[in-house]
């Protein structure tokens, strides 16, 4: 699946809400971004998702252990 398709509502949000805020730039991801990104997944309650994009990719596996990754990489 395409990074985009079929994602759940509260994942457009979480990418909304990720890609609304400064810190969040692809050129500086940091730890400070992998909490903030981890919060706002648990937040939401996404726990298996696969690939998606907000400017850059994310895996984001279970018990939300957030993995950045470029290009997306999909099974």
């Known amino acids: 699946m395409a990074a985009g398709e079929g994602?759940?509502?509260a994942l457009r949000q979480?990418?909304?809400r990720v890609a609304s805020?400064?810190?969040f730039s692809t050129r500086h991801l940091n730890s400070r971004w992998v909490f903030l990104a981890r919060n706002e997944a648990?937040?939401?309650r996404l726990h298996n998702l696969r690939c998606w994009e907000i400017g850059f990719s994310v895996v984001l596996h279970e018990r939300?252990?957030?993995i950045v990754r470029s290009p997306?990489?999909?099974p």
Do not use: G, S
Request: aromatic fraction near 0%.
């Open 64 to 66: 939300l252990k957030l």
């Open 14 to 16: 979480l990418q909304t």
């Open 72 to 74: 997306c990489e999909t």
């Open 7 to 9: 994602a759940p509502i």
């Open 42 to 44: 648990r937040a939401l």
């Open 21 to 23: 805020r400064p810190h």
